[in-house]
């Protein structure tokens, strides 16, 4: 929980890091909570909670919700305060394309 006090109450972007790689990229009228709810939420309660657990799923048994929270608590994330998240991300997603953000938008 700390990590999630750290971050601002604003829209923006936030992005996950493994070992210096984008792993994923999101967007969210309230960086603060997101980033709680990834360190606090069940194995599907988001796309990249669920992608993260079939990753741990391979190693051994099912992995549980502390599983995936701990492995989402010992990686980076960077956000950036922006107006226009859902653009931010669109953009940041089709330069990076993060192995868990399951659609890459075409470039225009």
């Known amino acids: 929980m700390e990590a999630a006090a750290g971050a601002p ?4 972007l936030h992005v996950v890091l493994d070992r210096g790689t984008v792993v994923y990229v999101g967007y969210t009228g309230n960086l603060r909570d997101r980033r709680r709810q990834r360190l606090t939420g069940n194995r599907y309660s988001s796309v990249l909670r669920e992608q993260i657990g079939q ?3 391979e ?5 549980s919700a502390s599983d995936i929270a701990g492995w989402l ?9 922006t107006d226009n998240p859902g653009g931010t991300k669109e ?3 089709l330069a990076l394309k993060p192995r868990f953000n399951r659609q890459v938008p075409k470039p225009r």
């Open 73 to 81: 608590g010992k990686r980076e994330v960077r956000w950036q305060e």
């Open 9 to 12: 109450r604003s829209p923006g």
């Open 55 to 57: 990753e741990l799923d």
């Open 91 to 93: 953009a940041r997603v």
């Open 59 to 63: 190693l051994g048994p099912m992995a």
